[in-house]
């Protein structure tokens, strides 16, 4: 039987601003307590909130399409959404060659509010290439994970 802590902890790694920065240290916690490894459940927040990413586009793609019906959305929504596109566009060049990694850096940040989340949200307004931005957000998500981890065992300080 899974524990109930495990369940609010994997909960919390899926939730927007909390996820794995919030979900990891309950884990953790856990099993530190009960003298389980840590490395599965790591493996599984990791996981979590990699698969998250693809969850979030999908999510996006499917109701800003049925939104955009709607007269009030596509009036406040699509004209924000054109102004992000237009500013976009002037950094298309530099995003090719800088902006992936700024949004690894940003999602790696392991701060609530920087995660897969708020990196994909960030994308998928822009209109980033799906692919790059993927690799860039998961790669963000596994070092975020590791600074997680490495604070919620001890073995970095903020002191």
């Known amino acids: 039987m899974v524990d109930v802590q495990i369940l609010i902890g994997l909960l919390l790694t899926v939730l927007p601003v909390s996820e794995l920065r919030v979900g990891l240290p309950v884990i953790v ?4 307590r009960n003298g389980v490894s840590v490395w599965p459940y ?3 927040v990791l996981i979590l909130n990699v698969l998250l990413i693809l969850l979030i586009f999908m999510f996006f793609d499917f ?3 049925i939104f955009m019906r709607m007269k009030w959305y ?3 929504v699509g004209r924000a959404l054109g102004r992000v596109q237009k500013k976009v566009d002037k950094l298309e060049g530099r995003m090719d060659k800088w902006g992936y990694l700024a949004l690894m ?3 790696a940040v392991p701060l609530p509010g920087t995660g897969a989340w708020t990196g994909t949200i960030a994308a998928w307004v822009m209109g980033l290439n799906r692919l790059k ?3 860039a957000i998961a790669a963000g998500v596994v070092i975020a994970g590791l600074l997680v981890l490495l604070f919620s065992l001890g073995l970095f300080s903020l002191r």
């Open 29 to 32: 916690e856990y099993a530190l």
């Open 42 to 44: 790591f493996l599984m």
């Open 63 to 65: 109701f800003h399409e």
């Open 74 to 76: 596509r009036s406040v």
């Open 105 to 107: 850096l940003f999602v």
């Open 133 to 135: 931005s993927f690799v």
